[in-house]
């Protein structure tokens, strides 16, 4: 049997309290934009809507958009709490977590890293260290993405073992738990990072530029983000994130949230182009749905030659798609 790994188990380890450190400064934060209860006495002075509103962002989200962080954060404590159980249970050729390692060390280091740097993100935003909150959310959306990427492309190369051993389980434990939780932890980010640009341009321009401009700037980068994306997730990264359904979730609940916040303006400009984005975010999510379902009933996928084969052999369909 394969021996313990005790460096994958030390960071599973460090990932939790990392994790749970970051969940209670965030449960501070919400706790005094929603009930003015200081869980940490004096680390959050003010209310995210004060400091945005200071500011008179052009577009921004509803407080209660904040409530996301929680479904955010539950859902990494899904994955952290499999990659746990994994190092308790045992295959025939050794512990869970280790044959294979779906979620190896880089995958921990790099979640740790953007953990502690969205915490940082949330102190620096609060007390307006606008540029250099920017510059962190950004680091911290990346550093999700490379363990997102990382989680992704060693489960694609574990996958075959994984089904010729009937895992079926850890298949889609792996697929819903971890892959969509940290695609969710990305995207998220990755939105509010946008809102602290548009907050940072408002600050440091100090006011010449108008605010229809700014809007029609952060709108901008928020349609490149999410047409961008949908066209490499179906069209060219569907072999790793075909399962991957949170981020489309995660945009459409922001873009509600900046509608809700601009409802009285029917008819300004901002206005129908949320619109329009929130729109076009259902119509992705249920391309997403519908493509997800095709070849997830046909098992196809491009070959060396360009053609289309068989992901799976049938008869090993039954174990890895029930």
Same mark, same amino acid.
């Given at each position: ?26 449960? $501070? ?49 899904f ?13 025939? $050729? ?8 779906? &979620?190896p ?5 790099f ?14 935003y ?5 540029? +250099? ?14 363990? +997102? ?12 073992? +994984?089904?010729?051993e ?32 548009? &907050?940072?341009?408002?600050? =440091? ?19 490149f ?11 060219? +990264? ?9 981020p =489309? ?29 929130? $729109?076009? $975010? ?38 890895? =798609?029930?």
């Amino acid at each position: 049997m394969e021996d313990h790994c005790v460096g994958l188990v030390a960071m599973s380890i460090v990932s939790i309290i990392t994790f749970f450190i970051g969940l209670v400064v965030n449960c $501070s934060r919400i706790a005094v934009q929603f009930s003015a209860v200081e869980l940490i006495p004096q680390l959050f002075e003010e209310t995210e809507a004060n400091a945005t509103t200071n500011y008179k962002l052009p577009v921004t989200t509803e407080l209660w958009t904040e409530a996301m962080w929680i479904v955010v954060y539950i859902c990494q404590i899904f994955w952290l709490v499999y990659a746990l159980t994994a190092i308790c249970r045992q295959t025939p $050729s050794g512990p869970v977590y280790n044959h294979p390692k779906l &979620l190896p060390v880089t995958v921990h280091i790099f979640f740790v890293i953007a953990v502690i740097q969205q915490t940082a993100w949330l102190i620096l935003y609060h007390r307006n260290f606008l540029a +250099l909150s920017l510059l962190v959310i950004v680091l911290s959306a990346a550093c999700s993405l490379i363990s +997102l990427s990382e989680a992704l492309r060693q489960f694609d190369i574990k996958l075959s073992g +994984l089904v010729q051993e009937f895992r079926n389980f850890d298949i889609w434990a792996v697929r819903i738990f971890a892959h969509n939780a940290l695609a969710l932890l990305t995207v998220w980010l990755t939105l509010n990072a946008t809102l602290n640009l548009v &907050l940072a341009l408002v600050y =440091y321009m100090d006011s010449k530029t108008s605010g229809n401009a700014l809007a029609v700037t952060q709108l901008s980068i928020l349609a490149f983000v999410i047409v961008t994306y949908t066209a490499f997730d179906i069209f060219a +990264l569907d072999r790793w994130t075909r399962y991957v359904l949170t981020p =489309y979730l995660a945009i459409i609940i922001f873009l509600a949230g900046l509608l809700h916040k601009d409802w009285p303006s029917l008819y300004d400009p901002i206005f129908l182009f949320l619109a329009v984005l929130q $729109s076009l $975010s259902f119509l992705f999510i249920l391309v997403k749905v519908v493509v997800m379902s095709f070849r997830h009933t046909f098992m196809f996928h491009a070959g060396d030659s360009g053609n289309l084969r068989p992901l799976l052999l049938p008869e090993e369909r039954k174990y890895a =798609y029930p």
